[in-house]
């Protein structure tokens, strides 16, 4: 058969030449005209294909498929390949970093016209973050190119209410706003050397106020005033705050205002600005593990991170950093008086040289006190602290006040070996925060005591033992149920029943969990020798005393307009344990079938849970405990006859001084479950569970 006469458009056709067809021509050697935006193979496959209905759950295609290769010297469409986009920015990058570096090393500072011209085409966010870390004290670094992994929308910050920084009308959401032009934002971070990995330094700036405003952990490391000054710096003085401090301050801070953020059903949490930041000072992390540079304030970076990790409920990277952070500071000679020591001048002396001033050796003090107490509490279950008590000669910090203001105060007199340091509070030595390590010392002592006993016993405690014939238990038991709580300064302690722990009608919440540790504590010593049909028996009273005070504590904090989330995240395992003690309360009642009183503690449990449900609104933590105790609310579920146990709570709201809760133990017109009966039933066994 004889072929078809090509016809006069198609002969005087040129011919294209190489890959300038599209691409799926090429891939099915098909004739292709070139055209913009898509060819007429294209178009008309396309058309056939949209001319038949699309099958079920299948949805033809907008527009024809039709993809060409990026020409040289023209923008990437739309519609290329994302992974091709990178690779091309990318080998820009490069070339327009090495024009730099040779212009900075053969002339005056300045940059061509070429290179300006190549900048000005690349839009921010485009580029993989390429850079290599860099010291944010360096002060000399090569420039380089911006990778804007969180630049797409800049923010506007809003004003942080004290009560509640997000819920409010001067929330500190994000409002998106126009770009700068590429050139002048690109131009800008090249003269001023800022960390592209960075936010700008407005949005920056608002999250360390942020930071300093919300975090109940982080803040005690660094010297507000003169930090808030060093951010103000240029980048390239030596005073800039390191870069890995940076990062970890907007991955904590995120969670106080990043709206971007997705809750999986097991309580974790997807922000993808924080993970961004987190990934960035582990980097810093690991740069310095290999060699050692910036150390201190990486230390400080991974104790922040640390803290965030906490508050995320993120349990494994938790115990690995508390690890870590611990034993690094050891080589710095952060456990020896004034944080360095000349002993020993024949073997390296740490890392670190003599602090220069008082700052320096404060930032020191609360650093290494800072990541003991953080040892401390994620060791609460019956882990082994990394560092004994008995290896730390570091003097207790300075106030807050004095640390602020940089007044010229002796080294605190108190350390762990000082006679009586849980009972005994120097006046010019001594507020909130002070308090709060020594109780979180205390509870220390505990894990301490129930590890070393149980570390080679056959078998797990017995409840019919007498724990009181055990060495240095009656001594340990007077401390944390009477001797720290009753020898507190009184400006420090609750005037009357109705009082919670604070200053001109605010709430003091290092002072709040102050007054909660103890009887926390009490729970963890006591709760092996729990047994319910022996009211004579000291450990049971002790036990449900301490549930009853955290409860009541509860109760007057729920009387505020205090957000609960703005508490340090260790009021959620505080609230377990209480939860812990009522639940083997519950069972006892379901046992000797008092319904009356099995209802009250029913309330009582729940009021718990939904304190542990509302303060994971913001911290996982709570929302992984409140998981952790259903878990072992299973048996009591099984047995009650309650038709909806999970649904019965006391009344809440409104509160009132007079009425509801008038006292911190019995209520007026919702009182709390009172002792059992004795009973021959069998109590309810129960053992910490692993991490706790």
């Not at 904090?557 to 957000?563: G, I, K, N, Q, V």
């Amino acid at each position: 058969m004889p072929k078809a006469t090509p016809t006069a458009s198609a002969t005087n056709r040129p011919a294209l030449r190489r890959n300038q067809a599209c691409r799926p021509c090429r891939k099915r050697k098909l004739k292709c005209d070139a055209a913009r935006p898509h060819c007429g193979t294209c178009v008309k496959q396309w058309q056939s294909l949209i001319s038949v209905p699309a099958p079920p759950d299948y949805a033809h295609p907008v527009e024809p498929q039709c993809i060409y290769d990026p020409v040289d010297g023209l923008a990437l469409a739309p519609d290329t390949n994302p992974l091709e986009k990178i690779r091309l920015l990318e080998e820009e990058v490069s070339k327009l970093k090495i024009q730099l570096q040779e212009q900075r090393n053969n002339g005056p500072p300045g940059l061509s016209q070429q290179p300006l011209h190549r900048l000005s085409q690349l839009r921010p966010g485009s580029a993989s973050s390429s850079s290599n870390l860099e010291s944010g004290n360096q002060t000399t670094s090569s420039v380089q190119t911006p990778s804007f992994p969180y630049q797409k929308d800049h923010i506007i910050p809003g004003h942080v209410h004290d009560s509640d920084p997000r819920n409010n009308s001067n929330s500190p959401e994000f409002y998106e706003v126009r770009h700068k032009s590429s050139t002048d934002t690109i131009l800008e971070i090249i003269h001023s050397g800022w960390n592209p990995d960075l936010p700008e330094r407005s949005v920056l700036e608002h999250y360390i106020d942020v930071f300093f405003k919300c975090d109940p952990c982080g803040p005690r490391i660094l010297h507000r005033p003169s930090f808030l000054a060093a951010v103000r710096l240029d980048p390239r003085d030596s005073s800039f705050p390191h870069s890995a401090i940076l990062h970890a301050i907007c991955a904590s801070a995120s969670r106080w205002s990043s709206r971007n953020v997705a809750t999986l059903p097991d309580g974790t949490r997807r922000d993808e600005f924080a993970e961004f930041h987190a990934s960035k000072t582990r980097q810093y992390i690991d740069s310095t593990m290999a060699t050692g540079q910036d150390i201190f304030p990486v230390v400080q970076a991974c104790i922040l991170l640390a803290w965030y990790f906490y508050q995320e409920g993120r349990w494994v990277e938790i115990w690995i950093f508390a690890g870590f952070q611990t034993r690094v500071a050891i080589p710095l000679r952060l456990n020896y008086p004034g944080t360095f020591s000349t002993h020993n001048t024949t073997s390296p002396g740490g890392y670190l040289p003599p602090p220069k001033d008082l700052r320096d050796l404060e930032s020191r003090r609360r650093t290494w006190w800072t990541t003991i107490i953080f040892d401390r509490i994620v060791s609460v279950g019956g882990w082994i602290h990394a560092i004994d008590e008995r290896d730390i000669g570091t003097e207790l910090p300075l106030r807050g006040e004095d640390f602020d203001s940089e007044q010229l105060m002796p080294s605190n007199p108190q350390d762990m070996c000082t006679e009586d340091v849980f009972t005994t509070h120097l006046p010019k030595y001594t507020d909130s925060f002070l308090l709060l390590i020594k109780a979180i010392m205390m509870f220390g002592r505990v894990t301490d005591f129930n590890v070393r006993g149980n570390l080679r016993a056959p078998t797990a405690p017995s409840k019919f033992q007498d724990p009181f014939e055990l060495p240095g238990f009656a001594d340990l038991d007077r401390l944390v149920y009477s001797d720290f709580l009753e020898n507190l300064p009184s400006m420090f302690k609750m005037t009357s029943a109705n009082e919670l722990p604070g200053n001109h009608g605010s709430v003091d919440t290092d002072l709040y969990m102050v007054h909660i540790i103890p009887h926390a504590a009490t729970i963890t010593l006591h709760n092996p020798y729990l047994d319910l049909t022996d009211l004579n028996r000291l450990s049971t009273s002790r036990c449900i005393n301490a549930a009853r005070a955290i409860l009541s504590a509860y109760f007057k904090l729920s009387e505020t307009s205090l957000d609960i989330s703005r508490l340090h995240p260790f009021v959620a395992i505080c609230w377990y344990l209480a939860a812990v003690v009522q639940v083997q309360v519950c069972k006892h009642f379901i046992e000797i079938g008092d319904e009356a009183r099995e209802d009250q503690v029913w309330g009582e449990i729940n009021v718990l849970r939904q304190a542990m449900i509302n303060y994971g609104a913001r911290s996982p933590i709570g929302t992984r405990q409140e998981k952790l105790l259903q878990g072992l609310m299973r048996e009591i579920v099984r047995l009650t006859s309650q038709k909806q146990p999970l649904e019965v709570g006391l009344p809440l709201y409104p509160f009132s001084h007079t009425t509801l809760f008038a006292t911190p133990t019995l209520p007026e017109n919702a009182q709390m479950a009172p002792l059992p009966n004795p009973s021959t039933s069998h109590s309810m066994e129960f053992i910490l569970p692993p991490g706790w």
